[in-house]
């Protein structure tokens, strides 16, 4: 029994003990900015995931930039303009839309329209009534007849 007692304060110990960023900012305004900005950025390294959220190292060195950035008294826009010109636009989560990126929202719509259409082309295609002449008359005629006959026999 003591044992356990003794392993699990050990374990509270050592969460105590965890290490956390703690950032000191000159007021209120660049905490809410600061936070904001690693909300709204990017890891470089992990899949999907924020500055504010990540443990990898990239992410610390972001957050300590984005931190300096932000005591230096840079606005937001110009935060994520300094990071989009060093990281790219992975790095932000609303990039802005350029030819590449209008391209990959358009392309694929334009191929189902396109695709759409050439079903209904080809359908239509499909579905013309060819006019009945007087040709076509008489060889029905001439058709039934001689199927009558046969029944006949």
Partial sequence: M???????SLLITFS?????????????????RFSELTKELRCPKCQNQNIA???AVVAKDLRDKVLALVKDGKTKDE???YMIDRYGYFVHYDPPVTPAT???WVLPVLIVVLGFGFIVLRQRKA???QTWTEQDE??????????????QS
């Fill in 53 to 55: 959220d990540s443990d």
């Fill in 2 to 8: 003591r044992l356990v007692i003794f392993l699990a």
């Fill in 16 to 32: 105590a003990f965890a290490e956390q960023d703690k950032y000191q900012f000159d007021d209120k305004e660049q905490a809410v």
């Fill in 102 to 104: 209008l391209v990959l």
């Fill in 127 to 129: 579905s013309v009534k």
């Fill in 138 to 151: 008489a060889l029905l005629a001439k058709l039934i007849e001689q199927n009558q006959r046969q029944e």
């Fill in 79 to 81: 935060v994520i303009d």
